[in-house]
């Protein structure tokens, strides 16, 4: 990934298989946070999803590690 040179603008670039730079979609950097294909975004300007998109946390991460805390209690209780 790349990022912009400009101050002020955090939107997610990369580099295609073509060798050329190009904005990430909405549905790519949910994507990437592990979001499942059906999900649908909300109607909210684009700069607002952007940010959403890059303040969330890895959905399989926090599912792994919600897992584990649940093994790890039901351990303790046993």
């Not at 059906?38 to 952007?50: D, E, G, I, Q, R």
């Not at 940010?51 to 209690?73: F, R, W, Y």
């Amino acid at each position: 990934m790349l990022n912009r040179v400009t101050g002020g603008h955090n939107v997610p670039l990369i580099l295609d298989s073509k060798k050329r730079i190009r904005k990430l979609t909405l549905k790519e950097c949910f994507l990437f946070q592990g979001f499942d294909k059906s999900f649908k975004l909300p109607k909210l300007a684009n700069s607002h999803l952007y940010k959403q998109a890059g303040n969330s946390v890895s959905v399989p991460l926090i599912k792994k590690i919600a897992t584990n805390i649940k093994l790890a209690l039901d351990k303790s209780v046993s």
